[in-house]
């Protein structure tokens, strides 16, 4: 390839970069009624609040960090992405709104979730390496969620 021909392809790399900054997914933390949070609305152990604050809320709940790398594309289409159907799926701080059966599905997959890995993401955790979980925190997560989940369907 001719030094030429590099420079172009250089350039146009360089104005798509640039021009795909135009677009900007909104990046969202919708009003919450705190009577509506996962704490105000059930029991959880303050050991386990703490993991959902550090492990989850980023991506379930409207109480979402925004790291500075959340406004640069194309990394922003992906974030904005994830967070969306993070909230879709579950979100802490609407919890209340949840009818009881509901809450007691999201927490029985909460516990498989985070049990066997999938949660949270490991393309999170790449780059919030403190929200990883240690045996002893989904252990303390499982235990909260599976008894919360059985108080719920009345077991």
Known sequence: MSPTLLK???LGLFIVGLAIQFYRPARTNPPADPKQSVT????????VSAILERSCY???SNKTRWPWYSAVAPMSWGLVSHVNEGRENMNLSEWGAY?????????EKMCDEVREGGMPL?????????????????Q??????????DRLAGR
């Open 8 to 10: 172009r392809a250089a």
């Open 58 to 60: 980023d991506c379930h």
């Open 99 to 107: 009818p009881p059966k509901k809450r007691a599905s999201i927490l």
């Open 140 to 149: 303390a997560v499982c235990d909260w969620s599976t008894s919360e989940a």
């Open 40 to 47: 105000a609305s059930t029991t959880v152990p303050a050991e």
């Open 122 to 138: 490991e393309s999170y955790l790449w780059l919030h390496p403190g929200a990883r979980l240690s045996e002893v925190d989904w």
